[in-house]
């Protein structure tokens, strides 16, 4: 079983976006060509596999990707950790994890008021119109860099239609968490899934329109920057809120 959000968000908010061991940042800031880059790894403290570092037979297979049993690490200690397990210990690295949380804590302490974390939109950003998707490749480009979504579909859809706009609307929304993390040829792979959902869709009188809204997330300990939403829709073509222009006409 992977690790759960729930659980993922806990380690890296414990952690403070540091490694345990060095304290390094593990999110680079973006620079004018690129954007950030994640160098952060969720270690297991206690493998699952069983030659693995510190593979524990007594754990339960159920408890191996619980918060418990999770260290936030830079790559090279990640590294470092598993091929020297003899020397870093499991009570060790349960060691280093809470006297690292502790210090995030402290330091949390010290910082002076800070205002809320909020989004803030721009009335020129937001689109008053989202243009036809036609292909996958198409939509995995839009998707690519951003934070969330925003869905809208049919209110009557059938059982039928449920799994087929529902599912192809979840799948959408897991590739925006990951994307950015996939090798080239897993974002081809990707958008061929989505081109075939697509092509599912469109034979069933369902369109997709999409665009990308440019919004600001403020506050909190970081500067202002740039929070990328994706606007996504599937509709009926026969929806009487649809306006087709010529040179999209299907």
């Not at 036809?132 to 839009?142: A, P, Q, T």
Request: include cysteine.
């Amino acid at each position: 079983m992977p690790i759960s959000d729930k659980n993922r968000k806990i380690l890296w908010a414990k952690s403070g976006n540091r490694c345990a061991i060095c304290r390094h940042q593990l999110v680079l800031d973006p620079t004018a060509l690129d954007l950030e880059s994640v160098i952060g790894d969720e270690c297991h403290i206690h493998s699952g596999a069983h030659h693995g570092p510190r593979y524990d037979p007594n754990l339960p297979q159920s408890e191996i990707d619980n918060l418990s049993n999770l260290i936030l690490l830079c790559r090279i200690h990640h590294k470092m950790v598993d091929d020297q397990a003899e020397t870093y210990s499991a009570d060790l690295l349960k060691g280093i994890k809470a006297s690292h949380e502790k210090w995030v804590e402290e330091k949390l302490k010290d910082q002076p008021d800070m205002q809320p974390v909020r989004i803030k939109r721009i009335k020129d950003k937001i689109p008053q119109k989202l243009p036809i998707i036609r292909s996958g490749k198409e939509l995995v480009n839009l998707a690519m860099g951003c934070h969330a979504s925003y869905q809208d579909y049919d209110d009557d859809l059938n059982d039928e239609e449920t799994d087929l706009v529902g599912g192809f609307i979840q799948n959408v929304s897991d590739c925006i968490d990951v994307l950015m993390d996939f090798e080239p040829l897993a974002r081809i792979q990707t958008a061929k899934f989505i081109d075939n959902e697509i092509k599912l869709l469109n034979e069933r009188a369902f369109i997709v329109f999409a665009a990308v809204e440019e919004q600001i997330i403020e506050g909190g300990i970081s500067s202002p920057s740039a929070f990328r939403v994706l606007h996504l829709a599937v509709k009926r073509i026969s929806d009487p809120g649809i306006v087709i222009s010529d040179y999209e006409s299907l």
